[in-house]
């Protein structure tokens, strides 16, 4: 598991800001300037995030814009602003890298933790201006983040087009707020239906308290699905039910970047590798979501109208369901008709207008944008990339966007060479006003030459050797994707509202 997403995991078991200029030993809640080769600037804002700013004295006239990712709201507030992806780990390998090479580096830590979309973007906004204040204007701005980051990214880009050159967003929510909380939504009810069916008083007890929407304990919420979880695993009949909620959610089937991959056929392995990712899932889905409500101001998330037996039949994971249906003798058909029977929830307009707004993408896109994931991602699924991917294409603006895919499991398990080779990239994109070559041997072959150092990624405590992987990969579609119509503005939409009869929420547009 990668360490930047480490403390993710362990939780689970347009106005500006003002910005007031400081030193780093002014405050120990301040990030820490660590290269004493380049002038670092920290400072705090007007709505308590802080920033960070590193300046080479050889700058080459590059900015790179860096959003971090999602904090559990279980983690405490203040944390540091982070530049490139380690800088809060003390790993300081891309940012020197980096820096040596002509590149300012800047970010900000938003104001708090959780779904911090609203007031992550009018901070990096602001944070450009101090940039521009303090340093000039720079030749060139690209934005780049990884996760909740990513979706931060392709917003700024596709929000404020004047301010950016390109954009890398790494492992992003693409498929935006809606999208995603949505696909949770249909996690949760096809595991609450699927526990109750079980017989066993471990597995339906606790589901019975489960709560969809609108929690009100997200602790006795995870409490409750973690129990039912590990009752599920302990049964074959479990295991295949947990597979059928997993194919509805489209999990991938390989977990530990240090392991390896699931032969195509070995299903019981594919569920277990399933098993563990959803450990995870469970704090996210029934926990973390309370903590989105409460900024939303209501449940923003809805399935009626979805039919379950046609997201199925779209699923990566279909064969995997049936096999172990099959192995268990359970009804896969009955199954499906009980989730399909289960109460519907239904979203509040304010909450869905909020994270409308925090947001969702509509595929209007100005300037070049590479995007990259790995292709057994089991916290934010590889499909997010095909929705956005859609969303693109259907503005037309195709010939702008690039998509990389690293054969790998795990949640932004890139290694550093990965990183700065995709970087490379979409430079050259803006160097030469067309894209380079993208074929994987070719950016196997350039991240290779970054050395054995920046070839490894953190699984846990220990560090693995992580030879190249790019590779030529089609994601599966998102199931029930949320787009907005190209010339849509999320941040002024209205629009319709989902309604509830007849829509089996493959191809809802706002």
Not at 152 to 166: C, E, S
Not at 210 to 221: E, G, P, R, S, T
Not at 415 to 432: H, K, Q, V
Not at 459 to 484: E, H, Q
Request: with cysteine; hydrophobic share 40%.
């Amino acid at each position: 598991m990668n360490k930047r997403f480490a403390g993710v995991v362990a939780a689970a078991t347009l106005a500006a800001a003002t910005f007031t200029a400081t030193t780093a030993s002014a405050a120990p809640a301040l990030p820490t300037c660590t290269n004493p080769g380049v002038t670092c600037k920290v400072g705090s804002t007007s709505d308590g995030s802080t920033w960070k700013i590193e300046v080479p004295h050889g700058w080459n006239g590059t900015l790179l814009l860096y959003s971090h990712g999602y904090v559990p709201p279980t983690s405490p507030t203040g944390q540091p602003a982070t530049n490139p992806p380690a800088d809060d780990f003390q790993d300081r390998q891309t940012a020197d890298y980096l820096l040596a090479h002509g590149y300012a580096l800047a970010g900000s830590s938003y104001p708090n933790v959780g779904w911090a979309v609203k007031e992550a973007v009018p901070d990096q906004v602001a944070l450009l201006g101090e940039f521009r204040h303090d340093f000039g204007r720079p030749s060139r701005t690209i934005a780049w983040g990884h996760s909740m980051g990513g979706m931060i990214t392709a917003d700024l880009v596709q929000t404020f087009p004047h301010l950016f050159d390109g954009a890398l967003p790494m492992c992003g929510i693409l498929g935006g707020g809606v999208g995603l909380w949505n696909q949770n939504l249909d996690l949760e009810t096809a595991f609450k239906t699927l526990m109750q069916e079980d017989p066993n008083p471990a597995v339906s007890g606790p589901a019975s308290a489960l709560q969809l929407a609108n929690v009100q304990d997200a602790n006795a919420n995870t409490g409750a699905a973690e129990a039912a979880l590990a009752g599920a695993q302990a049964t074959p009949e479990g295991r295949a039910r947990l597979s059928l909620a997993s194919a509805l959610f489209n999990l991938p089937t390989w977990f530990d970047p240090g392991a390896p991959e699931p032969g195509p056929n070995d299903y019981a392995a594919q569920e277990q590798n399933q098993f563990q990712a959803l450990q995870v899932q469970v704090a996210f889905v029934f926990g973390f979501r309370a903590e989105l409500e409460h900024r939303a101001g209501g449940n923003p998330t809805w399935n009626t109208g979805v039919d379950y037996r046609r997201l199925f039949r779209r699923s990566s994971d279909r064969a995997e369901a049936q096999a172990l249906y099959a192995a268990a003798g359970l009804d896969l058909r009955a199954d499906l008709r009980a989730i399909n029977q289960a109460p519907r929830v239904t979203a509040d307009r304010g909450a869905l207008r909020y994270l409308v707004q925090n947001v969702v993408f509509n595929g209007q896109i100005h300037v070049p944008v590479l995007t990259m994931h790995t292709t057994s991602d089991w916290l934010v699924p590889v499909p997010h990339e095909q929705s956005y991917g859609q969303a693109v294409r259907n503005a037309g603006n195709a010939q702008l966007l690039r998509q990389l895919f690293v054969h790998r499991a795990g949640h932004c398990e890139f290694s550093d060479a990965e990183m700065l080779t995709a970087l490379n990239a979409l430079i050259a994109r803006l160097d030469r006003h067309s894209w380079p070559t993208l074929d994987p041997a070719s950016l196997n072959a350039q991240a290779n030459q970054f050395g054995p150092s920046f070839n490894t990624v953190a699984n846990g405590p220990v560090t693995l050797p992580a030879p190249p992987a790019f590779t030529a990969f089609t994601p599966p579609v998102f199931l029930r994707p949320f787009v907005l119509p190209p010339g849509a503005r999320p941040h002024s939409a209205r629009g319709q509202w989902p309604q509830g009869h007849g829509h089996d929420g493959g191809h809802r547009h706002y």
